[in-house]
Structures are given as C-alpha cells and as structure tokens.
C-alpha cells in the first residue's frame, strides 16, 4: 500500500515534458503542471500565429498563458525531497543499445555514469556512491562509461593489463613481463601513457599552431575579398558613371541630328512649294492665253483676224527651266551615310577597347597556390621542427607584352590524321602539312573532313595558349574551331560557321572570318603568323611575326567548349607549318 502512494507522489511531481522531478512547477488552465522552463521551451517552439497547446491534452490557448508558479506542487516537491523520496527513473535513465549499463543493476539497468578501471566495472549514480564515501575506492581510478574494460584483462593470465611493451608495441599484464616479454623494454602503462601525453601535446601544438595561421591566413583572404568587393563597386560605380555620360553624349547627338534633319526638311519644303506656286500661277497664265488664241484662230472675219493678232501679247521666259534639279529619295543620305560611318568608328572602338578592359580586369584574378606535401617526420630528431607550408595568394600572369611573353605559353601542335582531307599529306610528326595532287591513304574515319583542305589539331586548348605556324605559297587560313564542327557540306568550312575562327592570308593581304562575316586586316606581311588564346577570359588574338610581333586581329567573345587548331588551304602545293 505504502509502494502504491510513493509511486503515486513520484507521478504527481513529474514533468511530462523532462520527466524528472518538478523544477518551479506551474499549472496551466487545462489543469497540467509542468517545469517553468520546459513548458516555455515546448511554447516557444510551436506555431508562431499565437495558438499554444498543452503537451498531454492537446488543449489549445490563445492567446499564450501567463504562467504563474503552483505554490501547492512546489512545497510537496520541497517536502519529498526532505524525505528521500525521489522521482521514478525516466526512460531517458534507463541504458539502451548505445549505452554502458550499470553492472550491479537489477531488472532494467539503468545508465552507467561512471566506470572503475580498477573493479573493471561500470556504476549508475546510485551504486557507484560506495565509491565516493568509502575509503576503500579512492585510489580507484574512475573514466568516462566505456564498453572496452574487458580489453584492459590479458586473455592469457586474466590479470589487469598494466604494463606496456615497448619492444612489442602493446599493452601486457606483469605475468607477461616475466614470461613471454622476459628481456623486452617493458614500463607502467602509466609511464608510457605519460610519454605518449607529452607527444600528444607537442602534435597538438603543432595542429594548434597551424590552426593559427590558417586562420591569420584566412582572415587575409577575407580582407582581399572585401578589398575586391570595394574595388569592383567602385569600379563598377564609376564605369556606370562613364557609359551613363556617353550614352547621354550620344543621345544629344542624336538628338542634334534630329533637330538638323527636321530644320533642313521644313526649309526645302518651303523653298519647293514657292516654286510650285509659281509654277502652278504660270500655268494658269498660260491656259488663259491658250484659250484666247484658240478663240481668234477660229475668227472667219480676216480683217477682225488681222486687226487682233497684234495685240496678242508675246509669251514670257518659262520659269521652270533647267535650273530645276530633282534628286528623288537623295535629300538626306549624306546625313545617312555620315551617321553610318560614326557608327562603324564607334563599333571598332569599342571592340578593340573592350578587349583592353576586359584584359586589365583578368589580369587581376587572384588563385590560392597548392600547399606542399609535408615532409615525413624523421627518428630520433624531435628537437627539430617540421617547416609548414603557407597559403600564398598571388596575382595571375598579366597579358603578354612581348614575343618571349608569349613564348612562355607556347604549346606543341600536331594535327590528327583522322580529321585530314585525303588530299592533305601530313609531315614532321604531323606538324607540317602540304596539299598533294593525289590522294592519300587514310582510313576512313567519322571525322574526317571531306571536300575542302582542312586538318584539326589533336590537342585540344584551354587556359592559355599560344602558337605560331609558318606558311608557303598559296592561301592559307590560320584558325581555330570546336570539336563538333561538321564534316560535310558548307557549314563544316571554317569561314561559314559559328563554330569556328579563321584569319585567311594570301599574298599582301589579310581577311578575319566567322559567320560569313568577312572583315579586312591591314598589317606588315609575314610569312609566319602568331596565334594567342586566352580561352576563360574569351581572347583570340592573330599576329604577324617577323622581327617583331604586330598585332593584326583580337577577337572577344566566350568559348564555351575546348578548342582545336586548324588549317584550310586553297589550292595545291600549299604549305604549312607549326614551328
């Protein structure tokens, strides 16, 4: 009877939300007490529009309760903790799957707290009491629960491993120092323990130090960060600025223009309908002349005839003689063709400009260098530090200046025999290329190029790249295309894509490709032509290279796939080269 009122009081003071002993009960209106903190935290997560419900009922409330403390539960938790009554242990207590048990449980073991190295035992709170109050236990040595006591037991002589082999690496019992391990550099497992703590320490100052100065190193990448942001606003601030003023420029040109063309339309309009006026009043004239002669030409009376001719006045110059030019649809295409041109000048600035600003901004890219390998430590030389590696951050390469610039990109081309026309003979470790007469025997492949002489590289360009490829005789066309161009038919040729980029040069002259957009190149003849690719940044750039390196063609744009070298010659006996 006695049993069912204690496990009835341990219900009454127990937190349905904690399920341990009331902490500042308080009772809400449905009728249920919970811990002040507990009911707060189960609130504070529920639905924010302000509905609140009670954990055990469901009962809901709105707005949320204001909890007051239930002085009532508080003293009878007060009065049962006076007595030793405490709570029943919450399933959270007990030990499951995961969990150390307690060795000296009966039934449902609870949690363990605490294990004894020395009983090789594990204790809940309750049972391992004996060890804080008497003497007998206080040289024992108490760890974290741990399921792994039983490997502390040697499986030969049962016996607590406290001994630790330095010959054999592992952990003996003393029986074990004098039979097996008899002659070895046998120690404590204290004192071994207490060495292995000493390097532990070390490592872990080396670790922390590192820790430091990758963390001094990021803070210096974040600063470079907020720096870049700062420089790119700006920048980005005041080209606004700029293009915002051009385009205003431009507007009021345009609106200048405008202006001038309306001004010049309403002054020859005027100047055109004074002369139609007067043209059409001569006109009138002259049908009323007309009209009087036709009358007199019909007079049957010869003396009246005669007597009136004389007074028919003579006709007066005509007005609209040959000084009357008309220039049909010609009025304003001047104006047109001015314009026209304006434009063109603009769209060159802006193309070779753009290529300038888009090669200052890439030139500022900022790459975090690979760290080294670090060096295996060597035996028996602790007093020696290990040098760890820094984090660099370095600038990228600017764009080349000068032919030994470029030359540090220079990469070896060789062309790939499977997409050679079959009129091509391939040379010099397929470095040289030569149309023939006759065919030549390749195997037929998928991407071969069929009807016109054209050979891709075999290497495919990223990054930066850069080559020069030497010419005879003919015309030749220097480019460089996607892998999937097409083989066959019109489209596959490297002018009439958009899969492909192509400087064509013959005799004194140059002429840029792409799309059927044909655009002619002025610059110095050579026969050796430098090409530079800076694929990420979207930088084609062809040059004529002889003594010096002039700069013919710069194409900006984006690549969107690797690209691939290539050759097309007009006709036969034509050469080329990479060299």
Same mark, same amino acid.
């Given at each position: 009877?006695?049993?069912?009122g ?26 249920h ?8 935290? =189960?609130w ?7 509905i ?17 403390k ?6 009878l938790v ?21 969990d ?8 449902? %073991?609870?949690?363990?707290?605490k ?7 594990s ?8 060890h ?5 236990? %206080?040289?024992?040595?108490? @760890?974290?629960?741990?399921? +792994?006591? *039983? ?14 082999? #330095? ?5 003996i ?10 002659g070895?550099?046998? @120690?404590?497992?204290?004192? &071994?323990?207490? &060495?292995?703590?000493? $390097?532990?320490?070390?490592? !872990?100052?080396?670790?922390?130090q590192?820790i ?10 974040q600063?470079?960060? $907020? ?6 606003d ?6 606004? +600025?700029?293009?915002?003023e051009?385009? #205003?420029?431009? *507007? +009021? !040109? ?10 010049? *339309? ?15 009043? $001569? ?16 007079t049957?009376d010869?003396s ?15 007005? =609209?003689?040959?000084?009357? *030019?008309?220039?049909?649809?010609? =009025? /304003? ?31 500022g ?6 760290? $080294?390998?670090?060096?295996?430590? &060597? ?12 984090v ?13 610039d470029?030359l540090?990109y ?16 391939l040379s ?14 390749y195997?037929?492949?998928?991407e ?9 590289? !075999? ?12 010419? %005879? ?20 040729? /490297?002018? /009439? ?16 490709w792409?799309k ?18 800076? =694929? ?16 013919l ?14 050759? !097309? ?11």
């Amino acid at each position: 009877m006695a049993q069912t009122g204690d496990q009835l009081n341990q219900d009454i003071v127990s937190c349905s939300i904690c399920l341990d002993v009331l902490k500042d009960p308080v009772t809400i209106p449905c009728g249920h007490s919970y811990c002040i903190n507990c009911i707060k935290v =189960h609130w504070d997560g529920e639905d924010p529009k302000g509905i609140h419900s009670c954990p055990q009922c469901r009962k809901t409330f709105t707005p949320r309760p204001v909890l007051v403390k239930n002085t009532m539960l508080a003293d009878l938790v007060e009065q049962l903790k006076k007595t030793g009554l405490q709570a029943a242990p919450a399933d959270h207590c007990y030990a499951g799957p995961e969990d150390v048990a307690c060795d000296f449980c009966s039934g449902r %073991k609870l949690k363990a707290i605490k294990s004894c190295l020395s009983c090789l035992a594990s204790y809940c709170e309750k049972h391992l009491q004996p060890h804080y109050d008497s003497s007998t236990f %206080k040289k024992h040595k108490l @760890v974290e629960p741990s399921k +792994k006591l *039983q490997e502390n037991i040697c499986s030969d002589h049962d016996e607590v491993m406290k001994m630790f082999c #330095r010959t054999d690496q592992k952990s003996i019992c003393y029986l074990c120092s004098v039979e097996e391990h008899k002659g070895h550099d046998t @120690v404590s497992a204290a004192a &071994e323990r207490t &060495e292995r703590q000493r $390097e532990l320490e070390g490592s !872990r100052q080396q670790i922390q130090q590192r820790i430091q100065d990758a963390e001094k190193d990021v803070k210096l990448l974040q600063q470079e960060v $907020e720096a870049i942001d700062r420089s790119a606003d700006k920048t980005e601030e005041h080209s606004q +600025k700029i293009f915002t003023e051009l385009i #205003r420029l431009l *507007q +009021k !040109r345009s609106s200048d223009v405008k202006q001038q063309i309306r001004s010049q *339309q309403e002054a020859e309009g005027s100047r055109v309908k004074e002369l139609q006026e007067k043209l059409e009043q $001569e006109i009138t004239e002259l049908k009323r002349k007309d009209a009087e002669l036709k009358q007199l030409s019909h007079t049957e009376d010869h003396s009246q005839f005669l007597h009136s001719c004389p007074s028919v006045a003579a006709l007066r110059g005509a007005t =609209h003689s040959s000084s009357i *030019q008309i220039r049909p649809l010609r =009025h /304003f295409e001047d104006v047109t063709a001015a314009v026209s041109e304006l434009r063109d000048k603009l769209q060159d600035i802006l193309r070779e400009e753009g290529t300038n600003i888009s090669l200052r901004v890439t030139e500022g890219d900022v790459l975090l260098s690979e760290p $080294e390998p670090e060096p295996e430590p &060597e035996p028996e030389s602790e007093s020696e530090s290990e040098s760890e590696p820094e984090v660099d951050v370095l600038l990228s390469e600017p764009a080349p200046k000068s032919r030994a610039d470029f030359l540090k990109y220079s990469c070896q081309i060789t062309l790939d025999p499977n997409t050679a026309n079959t009129r091509l003979l391939l040379s010099e470790g397929n470095r040289k290329v030569t149309v023939m007469d006759g065919l030549q025997s390749y195997s037929t492949h998928p991407e071969i190029f069929t009807g016109w002489f054209q050979v891709l590289s !075999r290497e495919s360009l990223t990054g930066r790249c850069y080559w020069e490829m030497e010419m %005879k005789r003919g015309g030749v066309f220097v480019a460089v295309a996607y892998k999937n161009i097409s083989r066959a038919g019109d489209e596959y040729r /490297f002018i /009439f894509n958009d899969k492909s980029w192509a400087l064509y040069c013959y005799q004194n002259s140059y002429t840029f490709w792409y799309k059927k957009m044909k655009t002619t190149i002025s610059g110095p003849q050579s026969s050796r032509v430098g090409v530079y690719l800076d =694929h990420r940044a979207g930088i084609l750039s062809f040059y004529s290279v002889s003594e010096t390196m002039t700069l013919l063609h710069r194409v900006q744009t984006t690549f969107t796939q690797p690209l691939y070298a290539g050759v !097309r010659f007009w006709d036969s006996g034509s050469s080329a080269e990479f060299v």
